[in-house]
């Protein structure tokens, strides 16, 4: 009897995500050429429609839905054997997929990867880079296998580890007209004057819990798209912001006029590791983690 491959079925399961073979495929390294012939080849070994394809929908038959539910927990078990099979090797050797989001990615990664390099050569490391949503559902999905991120976040079937604190501080223009920063009030600044990121990124939720924002009045209507963005905003004196600790420093503030300023140990963030319960290299993924978190301590230092 002919069986679904791997890859057909991770295919599948991307198909299902997105909902359009272009995006896909994309996701998937693949010419959309080479994705839809791997769906076609995935409904003839099923001798089923799992797609229905019009000229600008694609829609997942129940059909297609009950196999991408099933299609999920194969891979899972899959990854569970690899999973243990790694476990008989020495930690940090082979491939290890690493989930990060934008907002750790450019402060973190630049001082600890080449370090990481050169005690672990065997590693090969393989980053994505996305929002936690996205990055925590490759992860359950077996397309990941440990995330590095902002805590806390909601999430089911995982397990955690606690690496440090990150504080906020206050973002601004060095001779902005929204705040005096050295005499910080949240009541006193305008309406509409705080620049977040727009919903979706991890950083705005935690910098309004974090900061104590509550009235949404002083939060701007527009939120920026990326963290780039958002520091050229501030650097034009559209407003002001709050950035983690770890952005100190950093390429990102070079050769821009934006300052931090501290706002104390109470305005925090928590960066984690998180990875699947029950996998068989928590052991390894603990082992990163205290990698991580001496490069944090020795970059502090030096600071």
Not at 227 to 235: K, P, R
């Amino acid at each position: 009897m002919k069986t679904p491959t791997v890859k057909q079925l991770r295919y599948f399961i991307a198909l299902t995500e997105s909902e359009h073979f272009g995006r896909a495929a994309e996701r998937c390294f693949v010419s959309q050429s080479a994705f839809s012939n791997a769906i076609k080849e995935l409904e003839t070994t099923l001798d089923a429609q799992l797609v229905d394809r019009t000229n600008r929908n694609v829609t997942i038959t129940a059909t297609g839905r009950e196999v991408a539910v099933q299609a999920r927990l194969v891979l899972r078990d899959l990854d569970s054997l690899v999973e243990a099979a790694r476990g008989q090797k020495e930690p940090l050797t082979g491939e290890l997929r690493l989930g990060v989001i934008p907002t750790i990615a450019p402060f973190i990664l630049p001082d600890a990867l080449p370090t990481l390099r050169e005690q672990y050569p065997d590693l090969r490391l393989l980053l994505i880079e996305d929002q936690t949503q996205r990055i925590y559902q490759r992860l359950m999905q077996g397309e990941l296998d440990v995330l590095l991120m902002a805590l806390p976040w909601e999430m089911h079937g995982v397990e955690q580890l606690c690496l440090f604190r990150d504080a906020f501080c206050l973002a601004c223009h060095v001779s902005t007209k929204h705040v005096d920063p050295h005499n910080y009030r949240f009541s006193r600044l305008d309406s509409d004057s705080i620049l977040l990121l727009e919903d979706g990124h991890c950083l705005r939720d935690h910098a309004l819990a974090a900061c104590k924002i509550r009235n949404t009045q002083k939060v701007s209507r527009f939120g920026a798209s990326s963290l780039l963005t958002l520091i050229e905003m501030v650097d034009a004196d559209l407003g002001v912001t709050f950035l983690p600790e770890m952005a100190r420093g950093s390429s990102l503030l070079s050769n821009t006029q934006v300052k931090l300023h501290s706002l104390g140990e109470k305005s925090y963030r928590e960066i984690g590791l998180v990875w699947r319960k029950g996998s068989g290299r928590a052991e390894e993924f603990a082992l990163l983690g205290e990698f991580l978190r001496s490069c944090r301590k020795l970059r502090a230092s030096i600071a």
